[in-house]
Every structure is written in structure tokens, then in C-alpha cells.
């Protein structure tokens, strides 16, 4: 589509099946995590499709993204629940939303459009020229692959390459080091004087 409010919301209300996308050159309403806006002018990527549901479908939308990325993929980072990283800063972004049996699952990523905040990049910033249907195709392909392990081979796979393992985080409520990430998804994190659980539904993290 050239132009659509929200590739999420399109998709929500029109989709028939399972394996269902949309590809939007251009989003007025694009949303992110939290209800936050989503910037989306021309030259990015914002394509949603629709999953069987799965706990661990931003785990596993993240690791697909990296692993389509072949040729830098040793300097992307995901950084929990949903951030997708390049050098440290904010490439791309990925919302879940749930309707039960199904999920919408929708991928933000900056290619050649331009980012005004300062921890965000695009590939343009790297010289590196990304194929959307091509990046689509192996993407999609990745993802069916990854959405049929174990739930302990997407946790190791998904830690290894966790932005936030071993650092110093502050959340709404606290601050901490970054252990691990449980097996429900949450992230494990040493307070000092004790050890928590953070849950993507509860909090944001705001300094890392």
C-alpha cells in the first residue's frame, strides 16, 4: 500500500488468514510499544503480518530480523522486550498485538528515511542498501523457523545477543543490573538487595 494509517490496524480489520501481510510505503498513524507514536515518513520499512500466537513472537520476530540482516548482523543487538539495535542505537522496532488464537505482528525499520532523535539510525547511515522484498522473503523464512523451536532454544538464542545482559538499568520504579531473562519472558535483574522480575507489560526501561 502507498499510505495507511496503521499497518497494525489495517491488517486487524481486514486480514482472512494466518500468513496474511501488508507492506506500507508510508504510515500517518504508525504506533509503537506503550501506545507511544511510531515515526513513519518514506523511505522506511512497515510491514505487519498476521502469526499464530506464541509468548515468545517478539523474541522471535527479533532474532528473524537479525538473522535477514546477513551482512551485519554481527553489529545488530536486540534489546528487550521489542528494540531492534544497530551500533548500539535504535534501528527498528516490533508490536505484538494478541487477538487470542492469532497475533498481528508489526516490524518498523529505518532504512534511507529520516531519524531525528539521537539514539536512533538508519541503514542509510552505514551505506548499507536493503532490498525490502528481498529482506521480506528471507525474513519470513527465518521466522517460521525460529517460531518452531523450543521455548529454551529462543530464550539462549535471544539472550546471546541481548542488549541489555550485564548492564546498569533505570525503570520507572527502579534500577539495576540485567541477569538474564526467565523463562516466561521477564527479565531478571539484581537491584542490590534483591532480585526482580520485570514484565514488557509493566514497565519501560528509560536509561540503559
Do not use: H
Not at 93 to 110: A, D, K, P, Q, R
Not at 123 to 129: A, G, K, R, S
Not at 145 to 163: A, C, G, M
Amino acid at each position: 500500500m502507498d499510505t495507511v494509517k496503521s499497518t497494525n490496524n489495517w491488517l486487524s480489520d481486514f486480514f482472512l488468514n494466518i500468513g496474511d501481510c501488508v507492506l506500507a510505503i508510508k504510515q500517518t498513524e504508525g504506533k509503537g510499544r506503550r501506545g507511544n507514536s511510531w515515526n513513519s515518513e518514506l523511505g522506511g520499512l512497515y510491514f505487519t503480518f498476521v502469526s499464530s500466537s506464541n509468548k515468545f513472537l517478539p523474541f522471535i520476530t527479533g532474532l528473524s530480523v537479525l538473522e535477514s540482516l546477513v551482512d551485519i548482523k554481527d553489529k545488530i543487538r536486540l534489546k528487550w522486550p521489542n528494540d531492534i539495535l544497530l551500533n548500539g542505537r535504535k534501528l527498528g522496532g516490533i508490536l505484538c498485538e494478541s487477538y487470542g488464537n492469532y497475533t498481528i505482528v508489526g516490524l518498523g525499520l529505518n532504512i534511507n528515511n529520516s531519524v531525528s532523535i539521537s539514539k536512533t539510525i538508519n541503514l542509510n547511515d552505514i551505506n548499507y542498501d536493503l532490498d525490502k522484498l528481498d529482506f521480506i522473503s528471507l525474513f519470513m523464512v527465518n521466522f517460521n523457523e525460529n517460531f518452531n523451536l523450543s521455548p529454551e532454544k529462543i530464550l539462549d538464542k535471544y539472550t546471546k545477543v541481548d542488549f541489555l545482559i550485564g548492564k546498569n538499568i533505570n525503570w520507572n520504579s527502579g534500577s539495576g543490573i540485567v541477569k538474564s531473562i526467565d523463562k516466561d519472558g521477564s527479565l531478571i535483574v539484581d537491584t542490590s538487595d534483591k532480585i526482580v522480575n520485570l514484565y514488557s507489560e509493566e514497565v519501560s526501561i528509560e536509561n540503559y
